[in-house]
């Protein structure tokens, strides 16, 4: 080695030398993190719920609340949002806040005391999850969108309160949850369902739901991200406790996990309990499809019955126009239906209430059996894929004929009190707009026309 190039490598060695003797803890985790003691918190969650009336509002007064971070985007399945709760453990609120930043867990790690300055900010509401954060206008209208990471310091502050250990609310499938929307929960005893154990955990670059169920059979989706780290890893056998961010969309409940180890499935499966059953007490009691507004479609159904029946593994079919297969379904797992009541699958649930001023039971979405035009077949399945209840005849497109309830509703008559697999048309009185004679060719509008969960 000549000596410029020695001098060289004894200079190098020097200063790797001074480098290392600076830095006592190369992971930095003892690195006193960026935070605040007190930012004069002045208000509460429901006191924020309460500005939002009706619409997305950006927020004018001086108001501060504070909370504990309970998500984490480390694995990739929370992207650009932020879940708090009010407290550590038995939380009574949840909200969260869409910020323009990744590796979020970085910054406020899960357990993490926060506080949020809301001057400035918009609150928004969606089926009873409450968000904050920047605007987004589409087509007029105002929505609650990401925070700017400019601006977000200006907004989250990080306490120094030490990290608290979470401890989610232990719940059951067999009773309401919706009063722990955007909170973490845990649920004991569940297990994927057999058919869907060994699947992956979301369809690549796809948002996935997989489905939970409790040794009750009663069921709750699982919402993962096709961008997670762990969307190629397969759903495991067994059973045991999930936990996660509870959420909800329209009528349907979800929940969100971390990562994988908020599953722990180290137990056996639930033993098979059958408990589907048929009934010919069950039938279909109306179907909608309003002149002025086809979002506010639906289908009833009514239980005759002085029991409460489970709908577990019964299905909506809808055979359109005059098609002999199944154009769309309904599974109604996880649905019960009242003695003596309706139950109402809406296309639209946020317009049919809006519309009929009463809540429909489930979502059925655009496309599904309930969002007919008119001139589609109905049938009601039991668990066994025997037929239990039609509208119309399967083959026959409805245009022209008995069974069309194009612009108007097929309502049962009162007097029929039993399900039948054969359309017989003297049990319905049917309004339209070009059906058969016999019919009444009269269009009706919503709502005046229609008595969803009146029989």
Known sequence: ???????????????????????????????????????????????VKSLYVNETIQIQEDLIIEGYVISSDEAGNFYSVLHFQDKASDPTAGFQIEIDLRDTYLFYPIGTKISIKLKGLYLGQSNGIYSLGGVFSAFGNASVGRLPATVIDEHIFVMCDAEEVLEPTKLSLSESIDAYVNTLVSFDN???????????????????TRSLIDCDDNQLELLNSGYSDFQAMQ???????????LHKENLNYYLIIRDLNDI???NDRCEDVIDEFTSDEIFISEIADPNNNADARFIELYNTSEDTLSLKGW?????TNANLEVGSSINLTGQFIAPKSTFVVATDSIVFNTVYGVTANLEGNTGSAADSNGDDNITLVDPFGKLIDIFGIVGEDGSGTNHEFEDGRAFRKEAVTKSNPIYTFAEWEIYNDTGDSGTINLPQNAPDGYTPTIR
């Open 315 to 319: 299905t909506l079919n809808r055979y």
């Open 190 to 208: 569940t297990e994927f369902v057999l058919e869907e154990v060994g699947q992956p955990f979301a369809i690549e670059t796809e948002e996935t």
């Open 235 to 245: 759903l495991p056998d067994g059973s045991g406790e999930v936990k996660g961010i």
């Open 1 to 47: 080695m000549g000596f410029k190039k020695y001098q060289l490598f004894i200079y190098v060695i020097c200063i790797l030398l001074c480098i290392s003797s600076c830095v006592k803890d190369r992971s930095f985790k003892n690195l006193e993190p960026n935070c605040i003691d007190d930012v004069g918190v002045n208000t509460t969650y429901d006191i």
């Open 264 to 266: 722990n499935f180290n």
